[in-house]
Structures are given as structure tokens and as C-alpha cells.
């Protein structure tokens, strides 16, 4: 299994620099975590991709200890279910996390005369789409880099996912099934492993379903890799082709498109992002979080959860807008797909 990585420097449209912990970062922002910028206070509301709950956890843990008169409120689900709490249901929240990128630039910019829900978005982390086991899953023993998808398709094996319509890792695995298609010259790959994840292994997020892969319940999930390392699971170590980790892949990964409830999403590299929403109750304390998960501090506990930090973290932005200034130094403007 592929369990380390290192530094690559990549280009879409502009420099971009995935680094991992070894990666010098860039020169500090204005409030540095560790810093001597006053303290925020009030509450400040959290809402991230499920996978995010663990390293945010810690982020949390740290950011209050550098804040202690802030009060945070978190919540965790499928980054496409999140985004719809903000635009939708017009919830509170003063600080996004989501596993796509796009969600943000596609769903909350306010194109054809909508309402603005934000205005840019910072690319901080990268991760792989995989499927997870363990050693008790079925077919486990033989499983090998060239006749996985055959060991997820034979009869009685059990495969979860997350719903599409609700979750970026949902329609991410369909993409990365699509392209194994063309990876493999298997036009009924795809088919086959969808045929061992009916309706009731499909959940409103991956991590839901963690449990079941860990005790048995089901043999394989489809998931990203920092959760498979987090909880200790074994994963496939898929190639670059189809995991969708590589931005340097963009053109070949935009081959594929799968079909949801809020529309077609094309393959694209996984970079989960960040925002504070324009109707912030607490934009103050969204933003230095903001900081803080792009400071050092913010890196490390990514790193040390699975993920491979984007450092300079990669730019968003909406017509007229731009970056806040106290976290352009740590960006670069790129165009990644989609947005």
C-alpha cells in the first residue's frame, strides 16, 4: 500500500505546490497561528465534509487554546449537503470546509442574478479516492493492483459508498469507476462493482459506514485515503489515472461526468477548500480560522491525518473579488477545473 508522500509541484493555469510535511511553507500570514494578534471571541460555527471531522477536531482543540473566549459549534456531513444548510436552508455558518472545491465557485457565487453566498475560496489540502478493507473482506487474500474491480464484482461481496447527490466521495467513486473502465479496457467494470452496493450500503457520507468496514458488515468502501489511514484500513493503491489525486491529470480525469440530483459532475482533482460565507454571523473569528488551518500548526495536523497539504494554498475568486489580504500570502491564483 502507498502510505507516504512527498513534494511535487504541479501547474493548473497558475504554479501550484502540493507539499507534504517536509514542504517549506511560505512566509507567514498577518495573524500567524502562535502569534500576537488579539484573540477572537464569540461563537463561531463550523461546517465541513465529513472527513474533515477528525483533523478539524484537532484544528478546533488548538484554534481555542490560541482563542479561548471563542465558543465552536461544529458540524460535519456531505460537503454537497452542507453547502445546500448555507444556500438553502440559510443556516448560520461562519467558516465552510468542503472535500470539492468546485461546490464553492458552482453553488454559492450567485451565477445568473442568485444570491452571493461567497466570493473566493482557498485550496488547502489534496487527497485519493480509494476503497477500503480489511483482511476479513472477500477476496482480500488475492488482491492485487490488476484484479481489484474483478474482487469487488464477484457474488456475495458487499461494497459501500456515499450517496452522490449528497457527498463529493459519492460521485468521486462513480468517477473513478468510469475511468478504470478506460484504465483497465473493462467496459463493464463500473457495472459490476455497483452491482455489490445496493441502496442500503449507500449512506449521506462515507464515514458513516466506517464501522461496517471495520466489524465486517461490508467487505469494501469507497472512500478517501486519509480516512483509510486514520482508522487504520487496509486501501487500494490505485493508480494516479483514476484516483483523482493528480492535477496534472485534469484534462483526463474531465473525461468522465456522472449524473446527480444538482446536476453532472466531471472528474476533477480532489482539493478540498475553504470559505467564510458571505452572511457570516462571525466572519471575524471564520477568517482566523482560516489562517490558523493554513499556518504551520493548521499543515502538520493535516499531514499528520492522511491528507497532502496544498502549500501556497490555491486561489479562488468571484468576479470583483478577492482573497482576504490576510491570507493572500500564504495563495497563489490558479485556475482549477470548474472554478
Known amino acids: ?39 477572537v471571541t464569540g461563537t463561531l460555527i463550523v461546517n465541513g465534509a465529513g472527513t474533515l471531522a477528525k483533523p478539524f477536531g484537532a484544528v478546533i482543540a488548538a484554534f481555542k487554546a ?65 476503497f477500503a478493507y480489511t483482511d476479513r473482506s472477500k477476496g482480500a487474500a488475492g488482491l492485487t493492483a490488476d484484479n481489484w474491480f474483478q474482487a469487488l464484482a464477484q457474488p456475495g461481496v458487499k461494497v459501500g459508498r456515499s450517496n452522490p447527490d449528497t457527498d463529493p ?30 441502496p442500503e450500503t449507500m449512506v449521506g457520507t462515507e464515514t458513516q459506514l466506517l464501522p461496517a468496514v471495520s466489524t465486517g458488515q461490508i ?21 494516479a489515472q483514476i484516483d483523482l489525486s493528480d492535477p496534472a491529470r485534469a484534462a483526463a480525469y474531465a473525461t468522465v461526468s456522472v449524473p446527480t ?25 471564520g477568517l482566523r480560522f482560516v489562517e490558523f488551518v493554513l499556518s504551520p500548526a493548521g499543515q502538520k495536523i493535516m499531514t499528520d491525518n492522511g491528507f497532502t497539504v496544498v502549500s501556497p494554498a490555491v486561489a479562488g475568486v468571484a468576479g470583483g473579488a478577492q482573497v482576504p489580504a490576510s491570507v493572500r500570502p500564504r495563495t497563489v491564483p490558479a485556475q482549477l477545473p470548474g472554478g
Not at 517536509?22 to 498577518?30: Q, T, Y
Not at 459549534?73 to 455558518?93: C, D, K, M, W, Y
Open 1 to 39: 500500500m502507498r502510505r507516504g508522500f512527498g513534494l511535487k509541484v504541479l501547474a493548473i493555469g497558475a504554479a501550484m505546490a502540493v507539499a507534504g510535511a517536509c514542504g517549506a511553507p511560505p512566509a507567514a500570514p498577518s495573524a500567524p497561528a502562535g502569534g500576537s494578534a488579539v484573540p
Open 66 to 130: 490560541e482563542n479561548p473566549g471563542v465558543t465552536v459549534q461544529s458540524r460535519f456531513a456531505g460537503s454537497v449537503e452542507v453547502v445546500r444548510g448555507i444556500t438553502e436552508l440559510h443556516n448560520p455558518v461562519d467558516v465552510l470546509g468542503v472535500a470539492d472545491y468546485s461546490l464553492i465557485p458552482s453553488k454559492m457565487y450567485g451565477a445568473n442574478g442568485g444570491t452571493q453566498f461567497a466570493n473566493w475560496y482557498v485550496g488547502f489540502a489534496s487527497n485519493r479516492i480509494t
Open 169 to 198: 466521495s459519492g460521485y468521486q467513486t462513480l468517477q473513478m469507476l468510469a475511468l478504470a473502465q478506460n484504465y483497465y479496457h473493462q467496459p463493464n467494470l463500473s457495472a459490476g462493482v455497483l452491482a455489490n452496493s445496493p
Open 219 to 239: 467487505d469494501y468502501l469507497g472512500i478517501y485515503r486519509s480516512d483509510a489511514l486514520q482508522h487504520h484500513l487496509r486501501f487500494l493503491d490505485l493508480p
Open 261 to 285: 440530483s444538482s446536476g453532472a459532475w466531471a472528474g476533477k482533482p480532489i482539493v478540498y477548500a475553504l470559505t467564510v460565507p458571505t452572511n457570516a454571523p462571525n466572519s471575524a473569528a
